[in-house]
């Protein structure tokens, strides 16, 4: 837009079709800046409000609160367990709030669900875990936590999760702890 607006302002004006035309693009070229800095300014505010809504959670900072809350070996699961879920499920993301087709959701960074798990004051739920999905979504993780080891204590493991059976079950991951000194 710019070049084109360098031209414009340089060309030659031969009828009095061309000097509108012309005359209508220098006036947009006057004009574009502030639309397009006001445009580009409110997608910036955009991405900025969706990535302030995101609590996101470093890797080994998981790791480490994992450990410390004995999940490391829990049920026979590692922590490269653990942390590949929670990459597959949320992306590391502890607010991550999902809405399921059967009209339920999950929850956190494990992205538990309401119609057996929680409950989330919507849909009919089971709350096994006995928690209010709100609490799944706490940055402490204990509750996310608690609930977690009831469902990997009950039958299938792990396997309750499809996410972790389709990428994570079965596979090399030791490369989840790469670089994590848990000390």
């Not at 947009?28 to 900025?48: A, E, R, Y």
């Not at 960074?109 to 798990?117: E, R, T």
């Not at 009919?124 to 469902?151: G, R, V």
Request: net charge negative; proline share 2%.
């Amino acid at each position: 837009m710019a070049a084109l607006c360098r031209f414009l302002s340089g060309s030659e004006k031969t009828s009095s079709t061309s000097v509108r035309s012309s005359e209508q693009w220098a006036l947009n070229c006057t004009f574009s800046p502030p639309k397009m800095t006001g445009t580009l300014l409110m997608s910036l505010v955009s991405c900025l409000i969706a990535i302030s809504q995101a609590s996101l959670i470093n890797r080994c900072d998981l790791a480490r609160v994992l450990r410390k809350e004995d999940l490391d070996g829990f049920e026979g699961y590692s922590l490269n367990d653990w942390l590949c879920l929670a990459f597959v499920e949320s992306n590391f993301n502890i607010s991550k709030v999902n809405e399921n087709a059967d009209g339920s959701f999950d929850y956190g960074i494990f992205q538990i669900n309401s119609h057996y798990w929680c409950n989330d004051y919507r849909s009919h739920s089971e709350n096994i875990c006995h928690e209010d999905c709100q609490d799944l979504l706490s940055p402490n993780l204990l509750s996310t936590i608690s609930c977690a080891k009831k469902i990997v204590s009950g039958a299938g493991g792990m396997k309750n999760w499809v996410a972790w059976r389709l990428h994570c079950a079965g596979r090399p991951l030791s490369y989840w702890m790469t670089g994590c000194f848990l000390g």
